[in-house]
């Protein structure tokens, strides 16, 4: 008996050699996926599960508008009160020392029985300084200072302008 022993060695084919054809031939039939049948006893589980992904969905997407609408608002906020200081700073020699709380007056007709805004119109602006106690009505549409008083500040009563 003779043994004979073959030996293949790999060879890259060189850019001009031309590809030789393979002996061996697969061709790969591709199976379709399987998804899982909607039956009567799947369907409620798959309902249920759509919904909650919609409902977490809504949830985030109501936390980042509110997120954004109370962030934006403060940095506005501060933003009309430095103005309405500085303009008012033009008009009237202002504490240094200390920031107004600033008011908008929304129902002037409300406010009429009080001495201090017998002349408010809806839209004026009320400076009011606790530490020096004083209170300053100003009309942002004609750049006027309409009324300056003294005030007393009950820590525990809010604002009386609305």
């Known amino acids: 008996m003779q043994s004979t022993s073959s030996v293949r060695?790999?060879?890259?084919n060189s850019?001009?050699?031309?590809k030789k054809p393979s002996d061996k031939k697969t061709s790969k039939v591709r199976t379709p996926r399987k998804f899982p049948k909607l039956s009567a006893q799947n369907a409620p589980w798959m309902i249920t599960a759509v919904v909650i992904i919609f409902a977490a969905f809504m949830f985030a997407q109501y936390r980042q508008a509110t997120?954004?609408?109370y962030s934006g608002s403060q940095a506005v906020s501060e933003q009309?009160?430095?103005d309405t200081?500085?303009?008012v700073g033009k008009l009237i020699l202002l504490p240094k020392d200390q920031t107004p709380t600033v008011a908008t007056v929304k129902h002037a007709d409300q406010l009429k029985n009080q001495a201090f805004f017998k002349q408010a119109k809806?839209?004026?602006k009320v400076l009011v300084y606790s530490k020096t106690k004083q209170a300053?009505?100003?009309r942002p549409s004609t750049n006027q200072l309409i009324a300056v008083s003294t005030v007393t500040?009950?820590?525990s009563s809010s604002s009386s302008a609305q």
């Open 153 to 155: 500040v009950d820590p």
């Open 80 to 82: 009309q009160t430095l």
């Open 122 to 124: 809806d839209g004026d």
């Open 15 to 18: 850019p001009g050699e031309p």
């Open 136 to 138: 300053i009505l100003y």
């Open 67 to 69: 997120n954004k609408l």
């Open 85 to 87: 200081v500085q303009r």
């Open 9 to 12: 060695t790999f060879r890259p």
